[in-house]
């Protein structure tokens, strides 16, 4: 049997976005999206989401770029006076990696973002994180330990399947950038899964689209649902309405989005899900 998780990430970084992506899932294919509690736009997504009960919304946990639900004195290894958390990738993983970031911190501000969702109505299907922070085996102890303590008990596994991602992408269209990020994480995978066993965090067999980010139009959101292995597949997407909105985040994700919302739309997609006897989820259902 396949079945297929098709998650949003990044609910509450605009209204745009946020319309778009409620846009995929009642017109189109989107089944799941994860929210994040430092967004701008929360509110807009939360009335938004409780309108849509079959939709999934887990947690989309931040701890790279914008400001922490946390006070700066609460965490202040974690982010400047401000509150601002590191603003890329590779500064905060630096941070994390030489030990200026205490363990105590992390806990404490993916739980404040964890409560936020809940106190606004939202009981989370899942967790996983901007920037996929959690492939640090640091983060990832650290989520586990409040996965688990909050009762959350699904997590995105961050390894690709890296196979299908190749095949899908055509020699002109490949991005050797996002490639070799998503091997680099691959790297990772049987610690990764060790940790699940460890805090009994439940996984999709495989994870596709880091490699793709950005880049899943019709065409290619078609081929990778015609290449789906058994069992159940995430497939992460970043769909939205591209405005003026969008713009002002700095987002490196800005037409793209667009690409990625009409692709969720389209009939071959949907017929390519249907022709393939695709079981359609969110990560309720996932066991």
Request: charged share 25%; glycine share 8%.
């Amino acid at each position: 049997m396949k079945q297929l998780i098709l998650n949003a990430d990044d609910f509450g970084l605009t209204r745009g976005v946020n319309e778009g992506i409620v846009r995929a899932h009642r017109q189109g294919i989107l089944t799941s999206t994860t929210l994040m509690a430092t967004s701008r736009a929360f509110d807009d997504a939360v009335a938004r989401a409780k309108a849509e009960p079959a939709f999934g919304v887990g947690c989309h946990l931040v701890l790279v770029g914008g400001t922490a639900v946390s006070s700066p004195a609460e965490i202040p290894s974690l982010v400047d006076s401000a509150g601002r958390f590191p603003r890329t990738l590779p500064e905060f993983v630096a941070k994390v990696s030489s030990g200026s970031v205490r363990s105590r911190d992390i806990e404490r501000e993916l739980r404040a973002q964890i409560e936020k969702i809940r106190g606004a109505g939202i009981e989370p299907t899942h967790v996983d994180t901007h920037k996929h922070t959690h492939a640090h085996p640091v983060v990832m102890n650290i989520l586990g330990r409040v996965a688990r303590d909050m009762g959350i008990t699904r997590v995105r596994k961050p390894a690709e399947d890296l196979a299908a991602s190749w095949q899908t992408q055509s020699q002109g269209e490949r991005s050797w950038g996002s490639l070799a990020s998503a091997a680099a994480v691959r790297a990772i995978a049987p610690w990764f899964q060790s940790l699940a066993r460890k805090y009994g965090l439940r996984t999709p067999d495989h994870f596709l689209g880091l490699a793709m980010t950005g880049r899943l139009g019709t065409a290619a959101l078609r081929q990778l649902i015609d290449a789906l292995p058994d069992g159940t597949s995430e497939i992460m997407l970043h769909p939205g309405v591209c405005d003026a909105d969008l713009a002002a985040t700095g987002s490196r994700l800005q037409q793209q989005r667009q690409l990625e919302m009409e692709a969720l739309l389209a009939p071959e997609v949907r017929e390519a899900v249907e022709r393939n006897g695709v079981r359609l989820i969110t990560y309720r259902e996932l066991n």
